[in-house]
């Protein structure tokens, strides 16, 4: 059996804690404390990691880190992505800028994402949902990332277990060359 | 992106903490920095030297601060009252404390010179002042 760390990444309130609750097979390792940010109305908020784990089908297990959204944590930001095998960033789709949002994950984990497969997870999107999305991807093309850009409401086990499955599907491809 | 806006802090809390930090880095000895910080990460009160960043202080003692809670919880220890890291030239306390329901933590780094005891002994007294106050 192997194991690999898949990292998720993303701003305050876009997701992570809930989407490794959504797929993790043990109870999952929380960092939660009272968020005492006025600009949020989120009551909790990740300060150290969020852990899960997930068994895949060919026996080999998943080890699923979150990270804290904000930047004064991004000191665990590169702690975390240490020998990640691939990177999901949660944007929120419903915030104020959810490009800019998403820009500060692609500048904090640029070094992780010249070398490791990422996937952007997108939730919130309501009624402009596929201009957004299409937002999303334009910015990632102009920075020279192929990226796939997904949509996902994190609650649901399935929209996570895509996010995975997109991650993996990168990993093999790039392990067979296909480009 | 949202910017953070910060902790709504009452004047009694930030006077109080900013007291107690300047106290403990004038009565212990090779203090580095002292920050009092709410739970989740911003500083409300500091005294350091050098080019230490209260604000990242803050942020890391909030860190260390959670991750020891949830080994307490996982090693079913009860509740977590504080972390130390010891290094080749120092070391740094963690202390958990509380003001009118408000979850804190303070943070002390200090030198080799420092005395642990008498660092972890001023540093529950100031958890102490903060929680009655």
């Not at chain 1, 020998?83 to 904090?108: C, E, F, T």
């Not at chain 1, 996902?152 to 996010?163: P, Q």
């Not at chain 2, 002292?34 to 960043?53: C, L, N, P, Q």
Request: hydrophobic share 50%.
């Amino acid at each position: 059996m192997r194991e690999h760390k898949i990292l998720f990444t993303g701003s305050m309130g876009a997701g992570k804690t809930t989407a490794i609750a959504s797929v993790s097979e043990v109870t999952p390792v929380m960092t939660d404390v009272a968020n005492t940010d006025m600009a949020s109305a989120k009551a909790t908020t990740t300060v150290g990691f969020d852990f899960g784990l997930l068994s895949l089908d060919n026996g080999d297990r998943l080890r699923l880190f979150g990270t804290p959204g904000q930047t004064r944590f991004d000191f665990l930001w590169k702690i975390l992505a240490q020998n990640a095998l691939g990177i999901v960033i949660l944007v929120d789709a419903s915030r104020a800028d959810p490009v800019g949002d998403l820009q500060l994950y692609v500048d904090g984990f640029a070094e992780q994402l010249r070398r490791v497969p990422c996937v952007v997870g997108v939730g919130r999107l309501g009624a402009a949902g596929a201009a957004r999305l299409d937002a999303l991807a334009a910015y990632l093309g102009e920075r020279g990332f192929a990226i796939p850009v997904v949509e996902a409401d994190v609650r649901r086990r399935d929209d996570v277990l895509l996010l995975i499955d997109t991650l993996l599907a990168q990993i093999e491809a790039d392990m067979l060359g296909v480009q | 992106m949202n910017p953070s806006s910060g902790p709504l802090v009452d004047d009694t809390l930030r006077k109080l903490a900013q007291e107690e930090a300047a106290a403990m880095a004038r009565e212990l000895g090779d203090i580095r920095a002292v920050v009092i910080a709410t739970g989740d990460g911003f500083e409300i009160a500091s005294s350091v030297r050098g080019d230490i960043e209260a604000e990242r202080i803050a942020a890391l003692a909030s860190s260390i601060a959670a991750i020891g809670a949830v080994v307490s919880t996982e090693a079913k220890l009860g509740t977590s009252t504080g972390i130390m890291v010891m290094t080749d030239r120092g070391f740094a306390v963690v202390h958990a404390a509380t003001h009118r329901g408000m979850d804190l933590v303070i943070h002390v780094i200090a030198g080799a010179d420092a005395l642990l005891a008498q660092v972890n002994y001023r540093v529950a007294a100031a958890a102490r002042a903060l929680s009655a106050a």
